[in-house]
């Protein structure tokens, strides 16, 4: 069942029940075609009410049925808006929490609209890669007007009902409970005739060209990759130059269109990958969560300020513990002066600044943070510095606290092992800057208790973050994986390419920011300590020493005024260095490799497919549970760019055996070891699947 019908009086009271959103699926879409044909038999049957059950009138079509035969089957969501819209008796949508996109679509078929106040009222298809298919460019303009319509399909964002209030889209907001309104409503209306159609009114606005033109120029600029912005100031177009049935056909083409294009299938693949993140096999949905009331971090440093500050947003009580006076004041004064310029920018009021600043508190006593429900270590990475830490964390903390680490690499398991209760840690991987990268990569230990985690993924939420839960392994997901990466830009160089070929190819792909701008933003020391680390224990794996020989130089990027490119005082752009380029130069010779052209594509392949076939392995030994959940980690933590959907996403859409045939040429070439195909690649290409 996915509709509920029943006459209550004289009113049939029609209410969606496909939880949790109410998708109009194909059972949905049936059931309310088949409701509307008793309520039109039934003579006792004067108005006719469509709502929903639960927490939405109506999320909109069922985007799991999208490249599904069922999308389009009859009755199509244009079939059953045009049953309800050509009733003989008044329909009245009964709107309530949430009306989207295919939901709105149907709620403008009927003749009259109700709604609640707090209701979220959207279009939000072009967030999809499409737009809305089922006549909300052409209807909703025509209760809106133009402008105000034309904003809100662009920009998919939605509009609370009370503001929507003078206009045509509601007839009335009801105040108390909904349902009593709008039955009292339908009761008034059920006798007017003749019922008004959406579809029928005029939409003035003299003079539309220059708006559109205005508007074509506006959005063409800001749509950057996306094509379906621009077309959906093309259908609303439509709407005010041709007549409702041609606009009709103008926006289905351009709705067939966009829902075949990669960007719109990467768009709804980052839809469901965000939500599947917090899935965890063996965790129930409904295991209990432990209460985090309060949190502690320990280290006040860029990355224990930003992490607190994620909590105070989120309106928690944050203590935040350092070692010396002088540098919890530094801590806490950069955190007050991330605040001041948020508030600057007219992004936070003044209420909200004194309040998350009041959030934060500093101490230098462990014994005063002994009550935090949850203590967040981000000190010194370095095992040595850990265990002291955690040490002291299991003496102090109360029994049931949850003790997190911070790392970005390190054993989870051995941080665990320093205390007596293994069960509650877990690791917190934040991305810098903390408080705004949306990435939470968090670190299942063997022995991390299934309400820690679930309560780590619940507070990931709560803090707006994309939580992604990694196995315990060298560098988790991300880390691991950037490994391989950044191998493939090191050898690159040694082979031909400066910093800024190799950065200007990838860019152009579309990642934010290439390896080596990214090396040297983030501080290219961090690199060399881990590679300290790192490769002591396998010295059989190779890699460029180019970036050595940069940090032994004392070019640790844009901290020390200089990295792979020069930089200017107070100037943040970066400039090619000739003395890296010639250093590059110097140790290709010192190597023996003999430099060469290098394409851009291979520049490409080469760093992607190394993510790719890393990140299968990490798929392989069930470091990460799907495919999708390392797209989010690439998407939300390392600036892959979202319209193509992360790297296993990408992959699938070249097809792996392409990628595989790739990757064999350059197995072909200098340490090609690293070009060893992880069996799950070979598997999956082998019977044509891809990741997702
Ligand atoms: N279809 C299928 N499943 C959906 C869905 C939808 N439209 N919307 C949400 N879900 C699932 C979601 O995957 C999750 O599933 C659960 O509902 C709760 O979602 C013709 C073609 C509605 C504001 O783009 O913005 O109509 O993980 O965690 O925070 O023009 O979901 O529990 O299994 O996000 O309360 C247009 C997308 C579709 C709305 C609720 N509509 N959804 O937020 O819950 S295209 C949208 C949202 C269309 C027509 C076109 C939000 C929400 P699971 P949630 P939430």
């Not at 510095?385 to 002291?392: A, I, L, M, R, T």
Request: proline share 4%.
């Amino acid at each position: 069942m996915s509709a509920e019908y029943q006459v209550v009086g004289n009113i049939a009271v029609i209410t969606m029940k496909n939880p949790p959103v109410n998708g109009l699926g194909h059972a949905t879409r049936s059931a309310i075609v088949e409701s509307m044909k008793l309520a039109a038999l039934d003579d006792a049957v004067k108005a006719i009410i469509i709502t929903g059950a639960g927490k939405a009138f109506s999320g909109g079509a069922d985007i799991k049925e999208f490249n599904s035969p069922k999308a389009f089957a009859e009755p199509s969501l244009h079939t059953v808006i045009n049953v309800v819209e050509n009733a003989s008796k008044p329909v009245i949508a009964a709107i309530h929490s949430v009306c989207m996109g295919g939901g709105l679509e149907l709620a403008l078929g009927c003749h009259y609209r109700v709604a609640t106040t707090g209701a979220q009222i959207a279009l939000p298809e072009v967030k999809l890669g499409i737009l809305p298919g089922a006549g909300g460019t052409q209807r909703l303009p025509r209760v809106l007007g133009l402008e105000m319509a034309l904003n809100m399909i662009v920009s998919g964002a939605p509009v609370a009902s009370e503001k929507l209030a003078e206009t045509a889209l509601f007839n009335e907001l009801i105040d108390g409970d909904l349902m009593l309104g709008a039955m009292a409503f339908a009761e008034k209306m059920a006798d007017v005739r003749p019922l008004p159609r959406v579809r029928d009114i005029k939409i003035d606005y003299p003079n539309h060209e220059a708006f559109l033109q205005f508007s074509r120029n506006t959005v063409r600029a800001m749509a950057g990759p996306f094509p379906a912005p621009l077309k959906c100031v093309e259908a609303v177009a439509a709407a005010v130059t041709k007549k409702f049935d041609d606009g009709l056909i103008v926006e289905r083409d351009l709705f067939l269109e966009l829902v075949q294009t990669t960007e719109s299938k990467a768009l709804r693949h980052a839809f469901f990958g965000e939500r599947a993140a917090s899935k965890v096999p063996d965790v129930p949905e409904d295991t209990p969560t432990r209460p985090i009331k309060s949190v502690a971090v320990i280290g006040a440093g860029t990355m224990g300020g930003g992490i607190a500050m994620n909590f105070a947003n989120a309106g928690i009580p944050v203590q935040i513990l350092e070692m010396k006076q002088e540098a919890l004041d530094k801590g806490l004064a950069t955190i007050r002066k991330n605040y001041e310029n948020t508030l600057k920018k007219g992004k936070l009021t003044q209420e909200k600044f004194e309040q998350r600043v009041n959030l934060i508190t500093g101490t230098l006593s462990y014994e005063a943070i002994a009550q935090a429900d949850l203590v967040i270590e981000a000190v010194f990475e370095d095992m040595g510095v850990k265990e002291q830490v955690f040490k002291k964390l299991d003496e102090v903390m109360k029994p049931g606290a949850i003790l997190a680490s911070n790392t970005s690499t390190l054993d989870v398991d051995v941080i665990a092992s320093f205390t007596k209760r293994p069960e509650d840690v877990i690791g917190t991987h934040f991305f810098s800057p903390a408080n705004v990268m949306k990435l939470l990569e968090i670190v299942r230990g063997k022995k991390t208790a299934k309400d820690v985690l679930a309560t780590a993924l619940a507070l990931s939420k709560k803090i707006k973050k994309t939580g992604v839960v990694s196995g315990v392994c060298d560098g988790f997901i991300g880390n691991r994986m950037i490994e391989q990466y950044s191998r493939q830009a090191g050898f690159l160089l040694e082979e031909g390419c400066t910093p800024e070929q190799v950065d200007k190819a990838i860019e152009k792909l579309g990642f934010a920011m290439g390896p080596f701008r990214m090396g040297d933003l983030a501080g290219n020391d961090i690199g060399w300590a881990i590679r300290k680390r790192r490769y002591v224990d396998k010295p059989h794996v190779t890699y460029s020493k180019t970036a050595d020989l940069l940090c032994e130089s004392g070019r640790f990027g844009q901290k020390t005024g200089a990295g792979w490119y020069d930089y200017k005082a107070g100037d943040r752009k970066p400039y090619p260095s000739q003395l890296v380029n010639d250093m590059i130069i110097q140790h290709s010779a010192d190597i023996g490799v003999e430099r060469r052209k290098i394409s851009d594509q291979e520049i490409t392949e080469r760093l992607i497919f190394a993510l790719v076939n890393e990140g299968a392995r990490i798929l392989e030994e069930g470091i990460a549970t799907r495919a999708s959940d390392i797209d989010m980690v690439y998407l939300t933590g390392y600036g892959f760019p979202l319209h193509r959907g992360g790297p296993m996403f990408y992959a699938d859409t070249l097809g792996l055996t392409n990628v595989l045939m790739a990757m064999e040429k350059y197995a072909k070439g200098r340490h090609g070891d690293a070009w060893k195909p992880a069996a799950l690649m070979l598997s999956l290409a082998a019977e044509a699947k891809g990741f997702n």
